[in-house]
C-alpha cells in the first residue's frame, strides 16, 4: 500500500479538506498548514502538472508571493515583461507599457511571464503534507459543525472546513447544486508552447498580430527561451493551421516551429458560481479558482485570480478554526465577506476578460485601448473591496491609505538603517496596525497583530529608535516619505494586505472587535 493510500474503512480528522491540487489548492493549502491547521488535499490528476495551462503572475500576485516567502524562487525562473506590443505588415505599429510603468508604491510593475507547472512546483516543494493524486470525490456533505468527503479510494475525511478547488468542471460545485450561469461566445483558439527559430526580432514584449483588421494571434514571451502563442482559428482547429496562421501573421519574417511542448484548444467560457458559500453563504464549502468562475484567457486573469481567492481564504479559515477569541457570528461574518468580496471582483474579471476577448475581432489598436481601459485588472493592483457591501471594510480614506483598496508597498527607514519595503517585512496570516504620526499607542489582540508606528522622514533619528510609550513591548518605529507632519490617524491593514480601517482615534479597535472579543493588554 503506498504512503498516501487510505486504509479501508478508515476516517481521517482534519481542520481543512481541499479537493483539487492546482495552483488556488496548493497555495490554500501551504498557507492554511502554515496558520496551524491539519489540511488533506485530494486531486483527481494522475499527478502534478508537467506542461501547459497559466503562462502570467502579474504584479499584485507577485506581492502575494513574496508575503508567502516564494517569489524569489520564481523570478531567476521566469521574464520580467510589462510591454504591449502592435505588429502589421512587416512593422512594429507601436509599443506601450504605461499602464505599468505607471503603477504607484508597486515594487515589480510588470508580468512575471511564467508556466503554471513552475508554479505548482515551487509551491509543493513548500507544502509540509502530501497531494493525494488520483482520487476523486464521490461524495460532500455538510452539517452545522463540519462537513464530510468520501472519496472512490475508500477515504473518508471529516473536516471543519473544506475548499472546492476542483476546477471548471467542479463536482464540488454539482454535488452541491450550486449554479454556474454565463455565456459561451462561439470563439475557439489554439494555444502553442513552442521553441521557434525566426528572424523576427526576439523582444521580451507581449505581441498582438493584425492582419486584415483582426488581432487573432498574440506571441507571450516565456521562460527557457519558450514562445506562446495563441491562435483565433475558424473551422477545424488543428496544430498545421495554427502554425500556418502564425506564419501569416509574421510575414514577412520567417518563422519555424522547431520542437512544440505542449498544443492545445480551449473554447471561450465565461461564467460565475451563484455562490461561494456553501448554504446561502453561511456554510463550511467554499468555491476557490475555477470551481467559482471561469474565463477568458485574455488578460492573464485565471491564475491570478485563483492565487487571489487562496490568498483572501486562507487566513479566514484558520481564524473561524483556530482562534478562540472569535466574537459570536465572527466566523460566519469572515467566510461570508470573502463570498462578498471576491464573486464581486470576479464577476467584473469575467466581463473585463469578456471585452478583451471580443475585441480580438478588431484592430490591434482598438485590443490594446481595451487592454489600457482595464488595466487594474490586468496588473491585479486596481482590484479593490471599496463599496461592494463587504462587512469587513469600513468605508473610510486618509491620502494613499483608503479602506477596501491594496495596501501601497512603501519604503520605510529605521533610524541609520537602510530602506525596506513594507511587503518584505510582513508575513501571512496577521493584521497590520499602522500608527502615522504622533499619538498615544495601544495595543491589543497581539497574537493576530503586528504595530508599526510611522513618522515623517524629518521627525529626526531619536524619535525612531523604538517607541514604548509604557507598553511591555516596543513597537518598531518607521520614517517614511509619504508620512507628514500633519498626519495623526491609524490604518488596519488585513492579512490579505487589503486596507480595512483608516481613521483617526481610537476607532481601529472597534473595528477589531467586531470580529475579536479580548481584553487591552496592560504594561
Known sequence: MAQNDPIPGSEEQVDLAIIGGGPTGLLSGLLASRLGLSVRIIDAKPGPLEVGRADALNARTQQYLEVVGILNELLPLGIQCNTSSTFSDGVFKSRQSHWWTSLQHCFRPNFLMIGQCIVERILKTHLDIPVCYCEKVISISETEDGVTVDTDRGRKVRSKYAIAADGARSTVRRALNISFTGSKPEMVWAVLDTFIDTDFPLCSEIITFQLRGQSRVSWIPRERGMARFYVLLDGEITQRRAEDSIREHMAPLRVDFVATEWFSTFDVKERIASTFVSNQGAGRIILAGDAAHVHSVNGGQGLNTGIADAFALSWRIAAAVKNADLAPGAAV??????????????????????????????????????????????????????????????????????????????????????????????????????????????????????????????????????HSNGLKDQVDVFLSDIVTAEDNFVVVVRPDMYIGYVREGDGWKGYLEQLYVTSMDES
Not at 369 to 383: F, L, Q, R
Not at 423 to 433: D, E
Open 333 to 466: 461574518k469572515l467566510i461570508r465577506s470573502y463570498d462578498t468580496e471576491r464573486r464581486t471582483v470576479a464577476q467584473e474579471v469575467i466581463d473585463v476578460a469578456a471585452t478583451l476577448v471580443r475585441d480580438t475581432a478588431h484592430t490591434a489598436k482598438q485590443y490594446v485601448s481595451t487592454i489600457e481601459k482595464n488595466a487594474g485588472y490586468i496588473t491585479g493592483m486596481g482590484v479593490s473591496y471599496d463599496g461592494v457591501g463587504s462587512e469587513l471594510i469600513r468605508e473610510s480614506e486618509r491620502g494613499i491609505w483608503k479602506a477596501g483598496k491594496r495596501c501601497p508597498d512603501i519604503w520605510l527607514t529605521r533610524a541609520g538603517g537602510e530602506a525596506t519595503r513594507l511587503y518584505s517585512m510582513v508575513s501571512y496570516g496577521k493584521y497590520l496596525v499602522l500608527f502615522l504620526g504622533e499619538q498615544d499607542i495601544q495595543t491589543f489582540l497581539k497574537n493576530i497583530t503586528t504595530y508599526f508606528i510611522l513618522r515623517p522622514n524629518n521627525a529626526g533619528q531619536n524619535e525612531a529608535n523604538g
